[in-house]
């Protein structure tokens, strides 16, 4: 969401009741909407798409996510929730989430190698800065999709940025932008926004558990069969054309929207 920092800051400023700060704060938001957000924010706009990953970046993914999820004792419904969720974004077929869960299952040995997985994961890299810092990303996310992060966790995460040469401001930041979009889902303005999401799904009629291909082909079947061109040589009257144009609109608007959440190509 680009506008995220623009929308905390004026909150929060708002709340002051002082309209002095709300402006400060979205400004301040501005700044951070251009600056951090426009590093860690945009994946799959002109950055790293998520369904253009290599298996040598999905696999130490799955595998560090796996450790990390246990590193606290056990691993969480959420973490578990989150990880299946991730491997949908990543367009992964049946069989490649197969893998991914093995890989996921395999990463919570406490023999597992760290270190060298992720020595390997940024050799194989090379100097793709936005492919170190995306896996950075998806680690966090799914670590603080349970609401906390274990002290053991943190370290671990730690220990990977270290290695990709990821900064400990530059760590903070992106927790603390993953936090407030967590705080934004769960707000009244949040709840209307995965309303709107959970609609477009509808509008397709597939689940939130579709891969992208599976968007794109329901997208491609309902614009077939209810583009207005359809009608034509019908004899169709303006109400059924009217209802078809609105029809199209709608389908367009879902598939839309769903491209720009789920960075579709």
Known sequence: MPYLGKVIGTVVGLATGRVWLALAGLFLGHQFDRGFAAK???????????????????????QTMGHLAKSDGRVSEAEIRAARALMHRLGL???QVREAIVWFQSGK??????????????????RA?????????????????KGTLHQRERALLWQVCTALDIGRVELAQLEAMLRAQRGFRQSPQGNADAARLARAYETLGIPQTASNDEIKKAYRRLINRNHPDKLSGSNAGKVEIDGAQKRTRDIRSAYEMLKARRAIR
Do not use: C, K, Q
């Open 40 to 62: 860690f924010a945009r994946t799959g706009e002109g950055g790293a798409s998520l369904e253009r990953l290599p298996a040598s970046f999905v696999r130490p993914l799955f």
């Open 93 to 95: 077929n049946a069989g």
């Open 109 to 126: 040995a406490a023999s597992f190698p760290l270190s060298a997985t992720i020595r390997e994961m940024r050799r194989t890299s090379g």
């Open 129 to 145: 800065v936005d492919l170190r810092r995306l896996f950075v990303h998806l680690l966090m996310e799914t670590s603080l999709s």
